[in-house]
């Protein structure tokens, strides 16, 4: 009697690298733009080998990459602005070089904006609401621990977000990331300078 074994096939390609390849589509095409040959091509794999890992297509995929997106956000500037372990000005430095670094120093646009414009708001409101609220509540956090008023924190939190949308698509436009390292550099002066 022979016995066989079933030896699953290793994944070609780990899921950050996906992901990451995905996102890059995905930023600079929109929801609606984004074919699913240009996502295949951009992960390294076959459409078929993306459908058996994104069984729902291409809203699975941009469900699968905000999620990437909102877990490296989560870790590396939301969790970072709430430490109250870690004095407020070293919160807010280094988030603000991990948000140059997820932006790539202001020549990236952002996966959340792409996502806002056309049917990507009606498929994705609500993660993209949440990832909006988080984003603010922790500056406003970080405002608060700075000895700003509630009102004055939130302010503030809101004026981040804006200039740093803001600034990427001017930074895009214009073809000069300057303008976005310019927007870092106020958002630093407006919290540690009151």
């Known amino acids: 009697m022979s016995a066989y074994i079933c030896i699953m096939r290793p994944q070609k390609i780990d899921d950050q690298t996906l992901l990451a390849g995905l996102k890059t589509v995905l ?3 929109g929801y609606e733009g984004a074919s699913l040959n240009e996502l295949a091509s951009s992960s390294g794999l076959q459409k078929a080998s993306l459908y058996h890992r994104f069984p729902g297509g291409k809203k699975d995929i941009a469900l699968a990459v905000l999620n990437f997106v909102g877990e490296w956000i989560d870790k590396n500037i939301v969790n ?5 372990q870690k004095a407020p000005k070293d919160r807010l430095l280094h988030a603000l070089s991990k948000i140059d670094e997820l932006y790539n120093g202001g020549r990236s646009t952002c996966i959340l904006r792409a996502l806002s414009m056309d049917s990507g708001m009606d498929l994705f409101n609500t993660e993209l609401k949440g990832a909006a609220t988080k984003w603010i509540d922790s500056f406003t ?3 608060r621990d700075l000895n700003m008023s509630e009102e004055d924190a939130r302010h503030a939190a809101l004026t981040v977000l804006t200039k740093i949308q803001g ?3 001017v930074s895009k436009m214009l073809n000069d990331p ?3 390292k310019g927007a870092i550099g106020e958002i630093e002066k407006m919290y540690l300078q009151g």
């Not at 970072?80 to 109250?84: A, E, P, W």
């Open 27 to 29: 930023a600079s095409k």
């Open 80 to 84: 970072v602005l709430q430490n109250k």
């Open 141 to 143: 956090i970080l405002g």
């Open 167 to 169: 600034s990427l698509v």
């Open 178 to 180: 300057q303008v976005f």
